[in-house]
């Protein structure tokens, strides 16, 4: 990408360190500066930021963080608790801040939750700007591959979109948010999301059995796919490559079922492709053969939670707080589940709190979330009171 002056209603492109400084000191003053980053985790198998887009309203920007060499302007102005930094679902790019340059953003406006507290029936970026600017997004580059270099101009103005318009949706999202009276609500959501942090995937050792349809297989076959998935892993990671670009999950799960000995039954595997029978055949045989000559102890065994019982009192108070979440849900005009999530309401039914401040104490429960469900009312059905 090449460093150049923007013109009226084109992004500013950023690939050195002075034009990144000279940006970042025209906007460290701003109210409100809206932020995205773009990554290829769908095709790459190493993760990274590869796109910084930023607006402050007046200007756009799209930074190039394989080209600047020095990210810490940047970083200033995520720390600065004095600028409101506009995210649209800021979950996954706050933890990837984090994780690749340690940066941790003061004072968060999240223009997703905004638009689900205040109701909005589509919380989509997309769905928004096309609802308040009438604007399309072209949906062609939503999976587009941000590590490949040059960009095209259309990659660009899409980049550009998801930031161009934020700082206008944030303040329309607050005034409707204070005219509902959630402003505190909102308000709530963003200091807790202010305090994301990447988290080391909890090993890879078990990682096979997230997979869709994993737990339904046992012995050998369970074993199978645990080679095999070791060994798409593997193939991956060699070539910078996304694990489903190798191979796809169900084809990998319609292996380990068949449990094919030679290449003319691997041909037959429904669900395998047959493009792949010549490029990784040979190695997948060799690795489904090794694996059904292992001891029976050797293979895997999943470890499965017993199923919680709930006595007949705590499961009354379970469906006493889900019929008032359903009333409440549709006054207020929010998901059941944004009001009160299943998980939330069994803990409540289990814990059973006698007061407000008991009520606090239950892990995961928000404030605005006893403010909407009415919490003295909340406390008499679970008490059997109302």
Known sequence: MVSAKSKPGEPLLIADDVTLRAFADRIKDKKNVAFDTEAASYHRYVDRIYLIQMSSGDETAIIDPLAVTNLKPIGRILANP???????????????????YG???????????????????????????????????NKKYQR?????????????????????YLVRLRDILAKELKKQNRMAWAEE???????FRWTQPNGDKDAYLRLKGAKTLHGKNLAVLKTLHKW??????????????????????????????????????????????????ADLLKHI???LELPKEKWPRVARKPHLKLDEPTQA??????????MVSEEVGLEVGLVCPNGLV????????????????IAGIKAWQIEALGGEKLLELVNGKS
Request: charged share 30%.
């Open 144 to 164: 587009a591959d941000w590590s490949k270099r040059p960009l095209s101009a259309e990659m660009i103005a899409y980049a550009a979109g998801d930031t161009a």
């Open 289 to 291: 053969q090794k694996t």
């Open 82 to 100: 004095n600028v409101e930094v506009i995210f649209h679902d800021a979950d996954y790019d706050l933890r990837v801040l984090d994780r690749d």
């Open 317 to 326: 108070r379970m469906a006493r707080i889900k019929t008032h979440r359903k």
């Open 103 to 137: 940066f941790h953003a003061r004072c968060v406006f999240d223009t997703r939750v905004a638009a689900q507290l205040a109701g909005e029936p589509g919380v989509g970026l997309g769905s928004l700007l096309e609802k308040y600017f009438q604007i399309a997004v």
């Open 232 to 281: 798409r892993e593997s193939a991956a990671k060699k070539v910078d490559r996304a694990p489903f670009r190798i191979l796809g999950n169900d084809a990998l799960l319609a292996l380990a079922k068949a449990l094919p000995t030679d290449v003319e039954k691997l041909k037959d595997v429904q669900g395998f492709p047959s493009s792949a029978v010549d490029r990784y055949g």
């Open 189 to 195: 959501e963003f200091k807790r999301i202010e305090s």
């Open 346 to 361: 069994q803990a409540i039914a289990i814990a059973q709190p006698k007061s407000l401040s008991e009520l606090k104490t």
